[in-house]
Structures are given as structure tokens and as C-alpha cells.
């Protein structure tokens, strides 16, 4: 019954990685989530349209700030290109969990923040 | 003042009272529901949901209208529900409840109809720092219309008032004092008729916000003097979308309408209009009738259980809830004790968010609300982006509390680091 807190996503929420900041970011961009009072910062130095080092920093619930930690996993030494294509298949793949309409808002913010700034967009695109 | 009420005792009554709503012996997965949410809404009775029925299967119609049965059947069921209405509150007439869609409503119908006729530059209005989203935006729109000064009675960290400087508070500019009779967030139930009488020393008006209040403690507007008394039908047992503002005669009766359209007039003619008597002048267009209705049945059906009864359960159950939660590892209740608070508790547990103490609830089939409670100033306050709040109705158990902790229990072990 516990699926939404499997040990995976514990234990990114426990011990986030990357969490914190980086001093020379070219892509910085931060987002809320106004209903439930969620942040999220994401960081990112490019190289050569790759994404060569990541960082995020946030507070919320266990989803949100899991999704990010693992999401800037996922990230390092990926192509820009390749990152505005994620979508939230790729997110909920990347869990592995079932997740509900109010709970995926959380589980998007993440995401939402990080196509913003690839993007260099204020609005999430469609 | 309080009745006596032992858990135990709490627990019989309340437990042949959820018979009567039907969506309480609803399964959440394969747990039972334990409905905890009741100061976001409350769940409705048999008896409200049969009188909407009715009004729709044998009685529909438009009111104060056509000559018709229908018409004139419809018109004598909405006007029951004004005096059903004005009977709980102890109104010395139904002509002084101005139906609404809720405390929202209510309160934007202050501001809009009495807030523009009498507000001007150099007034104040005072708020507090406790109150619900409703009770702030609406004044905040108002100042910046007309720049009026908005203060606030600020917040103690032990969930009280800090009344030290209302002298200078409240004052000779200041108009109206709006408050939160009963906090949705701390539970605190704030001093009504010290503030009021305080107000009107300085010749200001108030405006009360029941929200909170109405379905769960007697209010007597006449014993408290208030001026103004904003609050929602959906909190008690009726309908969403239905609601009242109760008013001072001479106030209605000097107040411009805020809408208008059918109803609200007397006579239209192409060059000016003349407005209907109080109350119909603030009810333009077609009412929420089935809705009305709803909220009349709805204050039947409480006043017949006895709002000292329904108050007295839930400061017992409270009690007995505030003693059980102070015992959850890492759990912080917000708010003062028990003998200052009404039916609800909001609190944070360490190191979990609570959106995730209420998912995790839900998988054991407690309902209960997780975020900021439409009242972010509080959470401001006490440094904290959000909480989680179990409310209480008439019809929990103190059987729903240990749900709840145990409940509670299993979210501290699956986040045990
Ligand atoms: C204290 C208080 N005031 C105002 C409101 C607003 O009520 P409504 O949304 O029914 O207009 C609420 C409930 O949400 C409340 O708890």
C-alpha cells in the first residue's frame, strides 16, 4: 500500500543528491507549486550543448524534492536537445510509481522548472 | 458554561449520528472512511439531501415570481430556510439574512455594498493576522480602489490574538473591525464580544467571520451585538453554494446593492431604478433555491440536535484528540490547548512534509487537508510553508482519533530515517 513511498524515492528524499548550488550556472531557473507551497531551483552549467554539471535546491514534500535529486542524476552529461524532449512519461518512468492527479503536480514541478530553463521560458511549454 | 462530556459518552452519540450520512459508511480502498476534513466541508445528512430532492421533484420553480403552485410553493420553501437560518443565529428577523454562496460571498458583499458607501481615505480597517484568505483580499482590493489604511491585531506564537495595543489599534479612524471568530488553521476561538465592544466604543463596525463558528458553537448576533455576521453553508451540514450574511436592519437599509439585475428592483425604468426591500435588494438574479432550501433543512437538523450539545461533543473529542496526537513522535499541534480551542488541530510531524503525512493517511482511509488552509499569513508567522489538519464534526468518534494516530504512527515509521 505504501507504493507512493517505495524505498528508492525515500531514500533520494533522505539523502538528495546534488542538492545545493553552483557558482557559475548558465541556466537558473526557480518555480512553486502555488497550491501546495513546493520550490524548486534548478541550476545547470552547459558545455557544447551538454549539461556538464547540475544542482538543485528546494523544500516540499517527499515527491517533489525526490523527483529532483533524481532527475539531476539523470541529467548529468546529457544533450540540451535530449532534455527538452523529456516528458511526463520520462518522469514517471524514472519513479516507477502510480501516481494521482494532485500528487503528479508535485512530481512535475521538477521537470516543469528544468524545461522553463532549457527552454529559457516563463511558460511551461506543451 | 460547557456541558460535561466524557469521550466515551461522545463516542455512542456520534456513532448512531454517522448513520444518517450516507457517504460515512463509504470504504476508502478496503479501510474505512474517517472523515477529518470537516472545516474544508462538512458532510450532509439524510435529511439535507432529501429536502433538495424534494424541492427539485415536487416543487421547482423561480421564486417571487409567477402566481403559479410551483412558484408560489418554491417562494414559501426559500423563504422558510430564511427563517430556519435566522431562528440558529437568534436574528430578530429573517428580513436581516441576505442569502449568498458562502462566507466569501458574504464578506465580499460587506465590502463591496457598505465598504464603498462608507469608506474613505484616512480610515482604517483593522483585520488580524489569523484570518482566512477571505477575510484579507477582499479589504486589500477595497484599500488599493480607494486608499483606506488596512491593519492588522497581530498573531502571538501561542496561537492567541495579541491584543496588547488594541487601544491604539483600534481608534477614531478606525471604520470596521473584520475578524475570524473561530481560526480554521489554530482552532483558536477568538474573544467575539470583548472586540466588538471595543469597536463600537470607538463608533466602528464588525464584521464577524463565522466560517468556523456557526456549525460548531451557538451564535446569538444579538447577544454578541455584531454588525455584520459572514458564513457558509457547506460547513454545516448543507449545500455547497449556499451561504448567508446576516446584517443590522438600519445597515442593510442604508447599504447601495452591490449586483444588480431581476429581483433586486423595485421598478426599472429607462432614465433610474428603484430598489426591492431588504433583503431581496442584495439577491439579484434567480437565488441558489435548491440550495437555500439545503441550508434551511441544514439549520433544522442542527438546531435539533442542539449547537450546546454538537459544542460540548467536540470540545470533548478535541480534548481527547490533542492529548492522543501529543504523543505521535516529532508532532507539533499549532495553536493554543484545549480549553481555548474548538474542534480542530493542525500540527506538523518532523521531517515530513505534510502532503506526505496526508497521501499517507489516505492509505489508511483518514481524510484529512494538508497545505497552507487559505491562510498564509498564520503559517508565516510560525516559519512554516504548510500543515496538516484533522477537523472535527459532531459525528466523529474518538474510534476516528486512534485511526488517525495510528495512522500518524505508520507515516513516522515509513519516513524513519
Ligand atoms: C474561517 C473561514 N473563513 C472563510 C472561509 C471561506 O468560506 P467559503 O469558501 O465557503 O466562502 C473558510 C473556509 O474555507 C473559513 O474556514
Known amino acids: 500500500m505504501d507504493d507512493l513511498?517505495?524505498?528508492?524515492?525515500?531514500?533520494?528524499?533522505?539523502?538528495?543528491?546534488?542538492?545545493?548550488?553552483?557558482?557559475?550556472?548558465?541556466?537558473?531557473?526557480?518555480?512553486?507549486?502555488?497550491?501546495?507551497?513546493?520550490?524548486?531551483?534548478?541550476?545547470?552549467?552547459?558545455?557544447?550543448?551538454?549539461?556538464?554539471?547540475?544542482?538543485?535546491?528546494?523544500?516540499?514534500?517527499?515527491?517533489?524534492?525526490?523527483?529532483?535529486?533524481?532527475?539531476?542524476?539523470?541529467?548529468?552529461?546529457?544533450?540540451?536537445?535530449?532534455?527538452?524532449?523529456w516528458d511526463k512519461e520520462f518522469i514517471l518512468d524514472m519513479l516507477g510509481i502510480e501516481i494521482g492527479p494532485v500528487r503528479l503536480k508535485c512530481a512535475l514541478l521538477p521537470l516543469k522548472a528544468l524545461k522553463a530553463g532549457v527552454w529559457g521560458l516563463d511558460e511551461w511549454p506543451e | 458554561m460547557l456541558m460535561e462530556i466524557n469521550p466515551a459518552a461522545v463516542t455512542d452519540r456520534a456513532e448512531e449520528l454517522k448513520r444518517e450520512f450516507p457517504i460515512l459508511a463509504r470504504r476508502i480502498g478496503d479501510k474505512r472512511l474517517v472523515y477529518l476534513d470537516n472545516a474544508a466541508t462538512s458532510q450532509k445528512p439524510e435529511a439535507v439531501l432529501q429536502a433538495m430532492d424534494d424541492y427539485y421533484r415536487l416543487y421547482n420553480a423561480n421564486v417571487h415570481r409567477g402566481v403559479h403552485t410551483l412558484s408560489e410553493e418554491a417562494t414559501a420553501l426559500y423563504e422558510q430556510a430564511r427563517v430556519r437560518i435566522a431562528r440558529l443565529l437568534h436574528a430578530p428577523s429573517e428580513k436581516q439574512i441576505v442569502f449568498t454562496r458562502g462566507t466569501t460571498e458574504s464578506i465580499n458583499l460587506v465590502a463591496n455594498a457598505w465598504g464603498r458607501a462608507n469608506l474613505k481615505p484616512g480610515d482604517e480597517v483593522l483585520i488580524t493576522e489569523m484570518e482566512h484568505h477571505s477575510n484579507i483580499v477582499p479589504w486589500q482590493i477595497l484599500r488599493d480602489q480607494i486608499g483606506f489604511t488596512l491593519r492588522y491585531i497581530p498573531l502571538g506564537l501561542d496561537g492567541l490574538l495579541d491584543v496588547s495595543d488594541l487601544d491604539s489599534l483600534i481608534n477614531e479612524r478606525t471604520k470596521l473591525v473584520s475578524f475570524i471568530h473561530v481560526s480554521n488553521v489554530l482552532g483558536t476561538i477568538n474573544p467575539a464580544a470583548e472586540l466588538i465592544a471595543a469597536a463600537h466604543a470607538v463608533g466602528a463596525k464588525v464584521l464577524l467571520d463565522g466560517a468556523q463558528s456557526v456549525p460548531h458553537m451557538p451564535v446569538d448576533v444579538q447577544a454578541l451585538d455584531v454588525d455584520f455576521l459572514a458564513f457558509s453553508g457547506h460547513k454545516m451540514c448543507g449545500p455547497t453554494g449556499s451561504g448567508a450574511l446576516y446584517a443590522k436592519r438600519e445597515l442593510l437599509e442604508a447599504m447601495p446593492p452591490w449586483m444588480g439585475g431581476g429581483d433586486m428592483i423595485r421598478e426599472v425604468k429607462m432614465s433610474a431604478s428603484k430598489w426591492n426591500a431588504v433583503p431581496y435588494k442584495f439577491e439579484a438574479g434567480t437565488p441558489s433555491i435548491a440550495e437555500a432550501v439545503g441550508l434551511g433543512a441544514a439549520a433544522e437538523y442542527l438546531s435539533a440536535l442542539g449547537m450546546d450539545w454538537i459544542n460540548a461533543h467536540e470540545r470533548a473529542l478535541v480534548g481527547y484528540a490533542y492529548e492522543r496526537l501529543g504523543q505521535v513522535e516529532g508532532l507539533r499541534i499549532l495553536g493554543p490547548g484545549p480549553d481555548q480551542r474548538s474542534g480542530l488541530i493542525s500540527f506538523t510531524v518532523d521531517e515530513i512534509h505534510p502532503h506526505d503525512l496526508s497521501a499517507i493517511l489516505d492509505q489508511t482511509g483518514v481524510a484529512v487537508r494538508a497545505g497552507h488552509h487559505c491562510a498564509q499569513p498564520i503559517h508565516d508567522r510560525f516559519g512554516i510553508p504548510a500543515s496538516a489538519r484533522a477537523s472535527l464534526y459532531f459525528y466523529n468518534t474518538t474510534e476516528d482519533i486512534d485511526q488517525l494516530v495510528s495512522g500518524l504512527e505508520h507515516a513516522v515509521q515509513i519516513f524513519a530515517w
Do not use: W
Request: proline share 2%; charged share 35%.
Open chain 1, 5 to 85: 513511498y517505495r524505498e528508492a524515492i525515500l531514500d533520494h528524499y533522505r539523502h538528495p543528491r546534488r542538492k545545493g548550488h553552483l557558482e557559475d550556472a548558465d541556466i537558473h531557473y526557480y518555480d512553486t507549486n502555488p497550491f501546495c507551497g513546493d520550490e524548486i531551483t534548478i541550476e545547470l552549467k552547459v558545455e557544447d550543448g551538454k549539461i556538464v554539471d547540475a544542482a538543485f535546491d528546494g523544500q516540499g514534500c517527499a515527491i517533489s524534492q525526490a523527483t529532483a535529486s533524481m532527475l539531476m542524476e539523470e541529467i548529468l552529461g546529457k544533450d540540451i536537445e535530449e532534455v527538452k524532449s
